[in-house]
């Protein structure tokens, strides 16, 4: 797995940023100079810039802008340099806006621009005919895999909002990687140096919601005994990733929204704003317009955090990128703890695509993990991942949705029997949280012992799919 190589082209005059660059070759880009456009061209020939790096100058002019449209330049990825009051040029803004990738205004922050074009290299890679199979993140633990066309086009969002500075709302089912996208679209956006920090906004005790988010002076309550920094303000620079947005109080809905009006604090029990400069990113696995009809989320709360939207993808909607994962996780957790299991066997391939995967990516990561530990063999085999082999189709299922349900539905019976109906048990073997494991229970009426509630029933024997063994 290479990352694309870190070739930068510059065309023109590029006497006012020379330091920059200067900085940048130090950050390991290697500067490509050309004199005017033919040169430009020639240069592409001969190397492979797919970043270039533009200054605008103070009439609104670029010579290597202003080429752009011309077959070649336009594959390259500009971000563009330039004085504040720039901007004020109609020319240069319709430059920014049909050329670049991004601008930086001067001073310029190397720091910042390097990872600005770092984001631009991604997004040009993915614009070329080859799709990438991993989304790099500088933490190796923070790689998002996946080859298949919906992570192609989940990579391409991430690289485009996080050139951006507005909210953004994450949504997909459980396990499908809110986190890691959030985590993504951090690493690759100006704010990369700058702290991440995820607020859990269901699991935040309720009376101390407040002072957790927006911190609190010393006496402003009984057990106050010290100024305690909030979550949001120990952000700033950065940016703050609220999970499960939608299982926030409303009253503290209010106190995030007139936060994000105007990004200033009030500590409980202080006299005075205080500035936060951080990028809002919220998840959510619940529908929030739904949310807003019941009357349970604030519809300007919704607006305001719904700016871009970036869904992740159930893992049954691309079933492709099961066995990679599967390889991905098998290689991470081997070379953490070394193992005489050498891989997973063919039947365990089949048996992998043919699950459901309720619980998404999770799931797949929990099932490695225990097979790695099960295997007595030098291949893992679907009973080693708590998996087997599917018999044979059920009569009544017609359709991909019912087969899906029915499926689903049949993995959680035999959890929660395998594990003496403990939901809590039954939820991690299943790799999902226990208020996913609720939710899908009501779903599919069950009772947490198994059988089914509003009188249905489902005999598991007769509905022949994906059984997990005992074990
Ligand atoms: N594309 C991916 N490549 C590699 N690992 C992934 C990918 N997507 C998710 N994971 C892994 O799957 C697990 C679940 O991901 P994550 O916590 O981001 O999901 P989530 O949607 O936020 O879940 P929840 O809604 O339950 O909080 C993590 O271990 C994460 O590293």
């Keep these: 797995m290479m990352e694309p190589s870190r070739q930068l082209m510059t065309v023109g005059n590029t006497t006012s940023f020379q330091d920059t660059l200067k900085q940048l070759s130090s950050y390991g880009w290697s500067i490509h100079h050309a004199d005017n456009a033919q040169?430009?061209?020639?240069?592409?020939?001969?190397?492979?810039?797919?970043?270039?790096?533009?200054?605008?100058?103070?009439?609104?002019?670029?010579?290597?802008?202003?080429?752009?449209?011309?077959?070649?330049?336009?594959?390259?990825?500009?971000?563009?340099?330039?004085?504040?009051?720039?901007?004020?040029?109609?020319?240069?803004?319709?430059?920014?806006?049909?050329?670049?990738?991004?601008?930086?205004?001067?001073?310029?922050?190397?720091?910042?621009?390097?990872?600005?074009?770092?984001?631009?290299?991604?997004?040009?890679?993915?614009?070329?005919?080859?799709?990438?199979?991993?989304l790099f993140c500088p933490d190796d633990s923070y790689h998002m895999v996946g080859e298949s066309p919906i992570m192609q086009q989940l990579y391409r969002t991430i690289y485009k909002v996080a050139a951006a500075e507005a909210p953004v709302l994450i949504t997909g089912e459980s396990g499908t990687g809110k986190?890691?996208?959030?985590?993504?679209?951090?690493?690759?956006?100006?704010?990369?140096?700058?702290?991440?920090?995820?607020?859990?906004?269901?699991?935040?005790?309720?009376?101390?919601?407040?002072?957790?988010?927006?911190?609190?002076?010393?006496?402003?309550?009984?057990?106050?005994?010290?100024?305690?920094?909030?979550?949001?303000?120990?952000?700033?620079?950065?940016?703050?990733?609220?999970?499960?947005?939608?299982?926030?109080?409303?009253?503290?809905?209010?106190?995030?929204l007139r936060f994000l009006e105007n990004l200033k604090v009030f500590r409980v029990g202080g006299l005075q704003e205080i500035p936060v400069d951080v990028r809002v990113l919220a998840a959510t696995h619940v529908d929030l317009e739904r949310a807003v009809e019941r009357g349970e989320f604030r519809e300007d709360l919704y607006h305001r955090i719904n700016v871009l939207q970036v869904r992740t993808p159930a893992l049954r909607e691309h079933p492709e990128d099961i066995e990679p994962l599967a390889r991905f996780f098998f290689q991470k957790f081997s070379s953490e703890k070394p193992t005489r299991v050498s891989g997973f066997s063919r039947d365990c391939?089949?048996?992998?695509?043919?699950?459901?995967?309720?619980?998404?990516?999770?799931?797949?990561?929990?099932?490695?993990?225990?097979?790695?530990?099960?295997?007595?063999?030098?291949?893992?085999?679907?009973?080693?991942?708590?998996?087997?082999?599917r018999q044979t189709l059920s009569r009544d299922a017609d359709t991909l949705q019912q087969v899906r349900d029915m499926a689903e539905s049949d993995a959680i019976r035999a959890a929660l029997a395998r594990n003496k109906h403990k939901v809590l048990h039954a939820a991690r073997e299943l790799g999902v949280s226990r208020v996913t494991l609720y939710r899908l229970l009501e779903k599919h009426s069950i009772d947490k012992n198994g059988g089914s509630v509003n009188g249905k029933t489902v005999d598991p024997s007769t509905s022949g799919f994906v059984q997990l063994t005992s074990t």
């Design 39 to 134: 040169e430009a061209f020639e240069l592409l020939n001969r190397e492979a810039c797919r970043v270039g790096l533009a200054a605008i100058d103070s009439s609104g002019g670029s010579l290597p802008l202003e080429v752009d449209t011309r077959p070649g330049l336009s594959q390259v990825q500009w971000v563009a340099i330039l004085e504040h009051n720039v901007l004020q040029h109609d020319k240069a803004r319709d430059l920014i806006y049909n050329a670049c990738y991004a601008y930086q205004a001067r001073p310029i922050d190397v720091r910042r621009l390097d990872i600005l074009l770092g984001s631009a290299l991604g997004m040009a890679s993915l614009h070329e005919d080859h799709s990438i199979s991993t």
């Design 179 to 256: 986190e890691l996208t959030a985590r993504a679209i951090h690493a690759h956006s100006s704010r990369c140096h700058g702290p991440f920090n995820v607020v859990n906004c269901g699991a935040l005790p309720s009376g101390l919601i407040q002072s957790e988010l927006f911190g609190h002076e010393k006496g402003a309550f009984t057990s106050a005994n010290q100024r305690k920094i909030g979550i949001i303000e120990s952000s700033q620079g950065g940016t703050l990733f609220l999970d499960e947005i939608g299982d926030l109080p409303l009253d503290m809905q209010v106190n995030l």
């Design 349 to 389: 391939a089949v048996v992998m695509r043919q699950h459901p995967w309720p619980g998404n990516i999770r799931e797949l990561v929990n099932r490695v993990r225990r097979s790695m530990v099960m295997c007595e063999h030098r291949l893992i085999t679907p009973s080693d991942m708590g998996l087997e082999r």
